[in-house]
């Protein structure tokens, strides 16, 4: 019994059983077949589990991506069962199977991941974020936007920039030179009291932290999403990125330009923390 | 010994030993991050090397991912050594490490895989195949353009519309609707004896078999490199597609024009066949 637990308590599981590896003919190594979730558990719980599985379902279906939605629930909650708080990944790729790009047969793979930490402890949240201007720009594919698929090679390369600097956090531009998101968040300016978020049709993650955003926080109808410029983001009264992980975090530093966090930004920070039964 | 020679024929390597699965930590799994090469091996030899290597060292380079150049290229000799002819796969992923999508600090590794058939029959390939349109484009991004990286999903899903069609391959065009390839090969016009092949600085794989025609075939001196529009290419006097593999092939029907196999895309495959040992 003592065994079984801790088997089953192994980093991660693969179609339900525990396991450290993967085929090798697995499509999502070969092609970056699949999509994921990067969720935050806290107290066995998943707090934005709906949105999560809006995405997590609707990419399946744009990418027709075979997975048992009843199954992945089932083995999802016996997987955080007993961890306590911190960070769950689910992968779903297309699995083993069909013949070089070719999908057709591949019956899917679920794998599940768990880390203790979150990707920014909570008091590093609340202080903040020193930001900067990646030069890997984000590209156009109107098929791809939006979802959290497994191609996140543009991605690494800015993450890259990072490397050695001070910035935990870059802000991406597309080939157009608009202003995106953030290599692992998407992006918030406040202008006068008003929430307006960037343009996601031709690239960037639709984040679930962005969707409770504007679907059903305290400031939803406040929220406008529009194409933003570099200076536009320079100019704007407050400045945040969120992700579904570390919640709401102000920008603080951008290039040559310093900000205290604002109000909105605090408003809707705690709100996530209360989400997240993080104390204030 | 026998159990040796057994086990050193199975079908992948990682980092240079037999394997049949990767630890759920490589990060061509969870984020596409490396890049691959398809290689037709005949006789245990290698017509295309050359190529093969200079993409996959300046793609290794371009993605700063870590490998040992010489190390692989033993491990290639001995992994293809007593096999025979057929497919080699290179895939190179930034391996293990990193943090999220930071990869400092990940090794890289080394996968080979092997396939006895190539793509396409060379009886198929000399009678030419029917190609049409896809729907799902190719998005613009000149970070990746060029590259034959791990972040396939685009090829997929444009590959999955053939699924139960009597296409094998079909044509991918990018946003703009600028014609671009194959989905798994360039794509070759033939215009007043002269050949034109898309432009990919903003998308596509710049193939081995392109990069050898334009730069060492008998033909070299006919290519360009231009924009191609759909009527265009429905009006060129031969059309032909070609990756490494299955080298050169004529097609004979896209929408409602039809070819006979004309005399460039003869020559040229004739020229790729003599590389591979085919007989005439």
Known sequence: MTHKV???ASQFWV?????????LSDRGLHYGDGIFETLRVVDGEIPLLSHHWHRLTL????????FDEPVLRQQLIKFIEHRGSGTAKIMITRGSGGRGYNPAGAKGRSILGWFPEVSLPDDRSRHGLSVTFCDTVLGHSPVLAGMK??????????????????????????????VIEGTMSNLFLVESGRIVTPDLSLCGVDGVLRQWLIKNSSVADT??????TRSRLLTADEVFVGNSVMGVVPVIHCEDVQWLPGPVSRRVQQEVFQLFHVDG
Chains 1, 2 share one sequence.
Not at 15 to 23: I, L, N
Not at 59 to 66: D, E, N, R, T, W
Not at 223 to 228: A, D, F, L, N, Q
């Open 59 to 66: 990419s399946c279906q744009k990418l027709g991506l075979p």
């Open 6 to 8: 801790f088997s089953y």
């Open 15 to 23: 179609d339900g059983s525990p396991a450290d590896s993967v085929p």
């Open 149 to 178: 698929h497994l191609n996140r090679l543009e991605q690494v390369l800015a993450r890259a920039e990072l490397h050695n600097t001070q910035y935990c956090e870059g802000v991406m531009r597309d080939i157009d030179g608009w």
């Open 223 to 228: 929220v406008t999403i529009e194409k933003i």
